[in-house]
C-alpha cells in the first residue's frame, strides 16, 4: 500500500515563499511519476506541477511558472514544492499525487492518472 503526507503548509503573507513536502511509503516511489495539485471549495482540483519517475521532466501550470519549483529525491522517497512569490489565489488545500499504475511513463497533467492521493495540506496566503 502507497501512502502519502504531505505537510508544510500554513498561512503566509503575500510575496512570501513556502515549501511543501510529500512523503511517500510502501511501493517502487523511483518508479512513479508524482504530481501536486491544488482544489479551492467549490472548484475542480487543479494541476500544479508534475516530476517524472527520473526527476528529469517537470511541468508547471501556466499559474505558477516561474515561481515554482518542484523537486524529488528517490533516496528519501520525497517530493517537494517550492512556491515563492505567493498570491492570495494560491491559497488552496495543496494535493500530493504518485502514479503508481504506470510505472516509467512519461507524465502527464490529468488528475485521473494518479491513482495515490495524500490527505492534503491547506495553504493560506493574505494580501
Known amino acids: 500500500q502507497v501512502q502519502l503526507v504531505e505537510s508544510g503548509g500554513g498561512l503566509v503573507q503575500a510575496g512570501g515563499s513556502l515549501r511543501l513536502s510529500c512523503a511517500v511509503s510502501g511501493g517502487s516511489f523511483s518508479t512513479y511519476n508524482m504530481a501536486w495539485f491544488r482544489q479551492t471549495p467549490g472548484k475542480e482540483r487543479e494541476f500544479v506541477a508534475l516530476i517524472s519517475w527520473s526527476g528529469v521532466r517537470t511541468l508547471y501550470s501556466d499559474s505558477v511558472k516561474g515561481r515554482c519549483t518542484i523537486f524529488r529525491d528517490n533516496a528519501k522517497g520525497t517530493v517537494d514544492l517550492q512556491i515563492a512569490s505567493l498570491k492570495p489565489e494560491d491559497t488552496a488545500v495543496y494535493y500530493c499525487?504518485?502514479?503508481?499504475?504506470?510505472?516509467?511513463?512519461?507524465?502527464?497533467?490529468?488528475?485521473?492518472?494518479?491513482?495515490?492521493w495524500g490527505q492534503g495540506t491547506q495553504v493560506t496566503v493574505s494580501s
Open positions: 499525487a504518485a502514479d503508481q499504475r504506470t510505472p516509467g511513463s512519461v507524465p502527464n497533467s490529468h488528475s485521473t492518472t494518479y491513482n495515490y
